[in-house]
């Protein structure tokens, strides 16, 4: 696998979620996860995945992300004004991220969580057994369905809950008042 290609899809998707995140657009904010989910999809064709970089760009990057632009400009106003940014949220996100990214650090590279990685010692030579690997749609659907059922209903049900976040969060406020 070409390391520089990996190298830059993974930047391309880290970007693409930074402008996911800081972005005061939705719009712009959904673009930005098209971008990173597209990248993920790029690294899975680098890591002779193709059914799944298939997936990942027809069902997330297509059918949910467009569900997700749909829901987002119907329901949004346009007139809204971008004032007040909470720039706190964001310097809480970014203190978070650099937290998560220090403790990854340590746990992989000083704590020698991973073998051959603490005091500078060389990984060990490491051998792939393509059976291991199922690249044909039958046996991963027949994997799918069988050992991980229950990971693939908890994905199911965290696009749902994700769905009715979009929606509750791009309906304007009732009045009780009124």
């Known amino acids: ?3 520089g290609l990996f190298i830059f899809f993974a ?11 800081l972005s005061r657009n939705a719009v712009t904010s959904a673009m930005g996860m098209i971008l990173a989910l597209v990248g993920v999809a790029a690294d ?5 995945a193709y059914f799944l970089g298939v997936l990942q760009v027809l069902v997330y990057a297509g059918a949910v ?3 997700f632009l749909f829901v987002i400009m119907l329901l949004t106003d346009t007139a ?3 004032e007040g940014y909470p720039w706190k949220s964001a310097a809480l996100g970014l203190a978070v991220f650099f937290f998560l990214a220090a ?3 340590w746990l992989f590279v000083w704590s020698g969580a991973v073998p051959g990685t603490a005091a500078g010692a060389t990984p060990p030579e490491l051998s792939v057994n ?12 027949r994997l799918l369905y069988t050992k991980y059922l229950l990971p693939l209903e908890i994905a199911g049900f965290l696009l749902l809950v994700a769905l009715v976040g979009v929606v509750s969060l791009s309906k304007d406020p009732v009045d009780e008042n009124a």
Do not use: C, R
């Open 65 to 67: 992300m467009v569900l």
């Open 44 to 48: 899975f064709f680098l890591l002779d």
């Open 11 to 21: 930047a391309l998707t880290l970007g693409a979620a930074s402008l996911l995140v």
């Open 80 to 82: 809204e004004s971008a």
């Open 1 to 3: 696998m070409p390391d």
């Open 130 to 141: 393509p059976s291991v690997f199922v690249t044909a749609a039958k046996g991963f659907g």
């Open 103 to 105: 403790g990854a650090v």
